[in-house]
């Protein structure tokens, strides 16, 4: 399993970033792809998942309205649509996988396999 993440950098608070996260290695239609974020300081908390197979979503509430999680036709890449960017959102961003259904418990326990991490910065 390879989950390669791209697309963080400085943003501007109120602005938007999208991020991506390829995927390989394993049978996409199986699995749920989550987001991740870790700021300075703070422990990991799980932002959002996607079941691949039926499309089923969930957030957590400081996202809720502001970011949405998405995947394109070929099923290869996760994307993660984030708008009204403020300083909590500040972290680094990991693309993460497991066979799991996507469930705010699977947000909250974590996936098996993990990216390396994409760096989202927001200034004011």
């Known amino acids: 399993v390879q989950l390669v993440e791209s697309g963080g950098g400085l943003v501007q608070t109120g602005g938007s970033l999208t991020l991506s996260c390829a995927a390989s290695?394993?049978?996409?239609?199986?699995?749920?792809i989550g987001w991740f974020r870790q700021a300075p300081g703070k422990e990991r908390e799980g932002v959002s998942c996607?079941?691949?197979?039926?499309?089923?979503?969930k957030y957590t509430d400081s996202v809720k309205g502001r970011f949405t999680i998405s995947f394109d036709d070929d099923g290869n890449t996760v994307y993660l649509q984030m708008n009204r960017l403020n300083s909590e959102d500040t972290g680094v961003y990991y693309c993460?996988?497991?066979?799991?259904?996507?469930?705010?418990?699977?947000?909250?326990?974590?996936?098996?396999?993990w990216g390396k991490g994409t760096l989202v910065t927001v200034s004011s």
């Open positions: 290695g394993f049978r996409f239609e199986d699995y749920s």
């Open positions: 993460a996988a497991d066979y799991l259904y996507c469930t705010t418990r699977l947000l909250e326990n974590g996936m098996d396999y």
């Open positions: 996607i079941s691949s197979g039926d499309g089923s979503t």
